[in-house]
């Protein structure tokens, strides 16, 4: 099942059928609002307003546990997300299309990054973060589409909700980012634990701070901007929702249950069950032979 997670700019999109309001609740809290079945040219997938539907939370209230696992208690196994993003390089210019392949967490988040914790410990490789197959895909696109886009860029994410200074701008640029955004991180990290494939859409709205020449942004370009960027992810979603992509076994398998380095005897009969949902395996969770499972699991 396809997922849809829309950023700033991309809480809705003309021309999508609304089918069915979903429930919001989970054992992390409640998921952000504008969650729901949709259809698009009559192919179904989930949809989940990262900020809310009414576009009412910072980056740093977002619940990304509650999010992502409510995505995957849905039945999600792969996930575009579509976010807004600052460009630190030239050559990415504003209404591009950025597919980043890596990440630097500079965000100050401590709570709620992890599905670990309290008994649960497990540790799942953030070596490769997205889903390469669905970026590939999104590439090939560009000349159909007449969009510029970017592969294999690293996408910096700060906490937000300031923007950087110009001596931080150039910082960042020198770590070798050639993005910048404020909800990338924990959610590609989350997707991974919750067994579930990646595939960022960054459309750029802005030079970050380090471009001299030009006027800090302000809301009068974004705007039009941000009209063109969800017109071209209305497009790239309609591709992929048509295309016959699979997700990738791998990541699916590779979720945090499969990588659990604890007792798992020890852990709640809550905490099982949540993780059974991590792993595609939520129909199982009442089956008495989970008490089977080996009790140690091994990164």
């Excluded at 999600?76 to 990415?92: D, H, N, Y």
């Excluded at 591709?239 to 380095?261: P, W």
Aim: hydrophobic share 35%; proline share 5%.
């Amino acid at each position: 099942m396809w997922a849809v997670i829309g950023g700033s700019g991309f809480e809705a999109f003309d021309g999508i059928e609304k089918l069915e309001e979903l429930p919001r609740e989970t054992p992390f809290g409640l998921a952000s609002s504008g969650f729901r079945k949709i259809a698009v040219r009559g192919k179904p997938a989930l949809f989940l307003s990262r900020h809310g539907a009414y576009h009412e939370l910072l980056p740093s209230e977002i619940n990304y546990r509650a999010n992502l696992f409510a995505l995957k208690q849905a039945g999600a196994t792969k996930l575009i997300s579509f976010a807004s993003v600052g460009s630190l390089r030239p050559e990415i210019e504003p209404t591009d299309l950025v597919l980043p392949s890596q990440y630097i967490n500079h965000s100050r988040r401590k709570e709620g990054t992890s599905f670990t914790g309290e008994g649960v410990v497990g540790h799942v490789s953030l070596a490769q973060p997205t889903w390469r197959e669905g970026s590939r895909f999104v590439a090939t696109l560009q000349k159909a589409l007449s969009l510029p886009i970017h592969t294999k860029k690293t996408y910096l994410c700060v906490e937000g909700p300031t923007f950087s200074t110009q001596a931080e701008s150039k910082l960042f640029q020198s770590f070798g980012a050639d993005i910048i955004g404020m909800t990338g991180f924990p959610e590609y990290a989350l997707a991974r634990e919750a067994g579930i494939c990646y595939l960022p859409c960054c459309f750029v709205t802005d030079f970050d701070s380090w471009n001299e020449s030009e006027e800090h942004v302000t809301l009068e370009q974004v705007i039009p901007r941000l009209a063109k960027n969800k017109a071209s992810a209305l497009r790239i979603l309609e591709n992929l929702l048509a295309s016959d992509l699979q997700a990738d076994q791998e990541i699916l398998k590779g979720n945090l249950k499969s990588n659990l380095f604890c007792d798992w005897s020890r852990l709640t009969e809550k905490q099982r069950g949540w993780l059974e949902v991590l792993d595609g395996q939520n129909d199982r969770r009442s089956d008495p032979q989970l008490n089977e499972q080996p009790t140690l699991h091994h990164s």
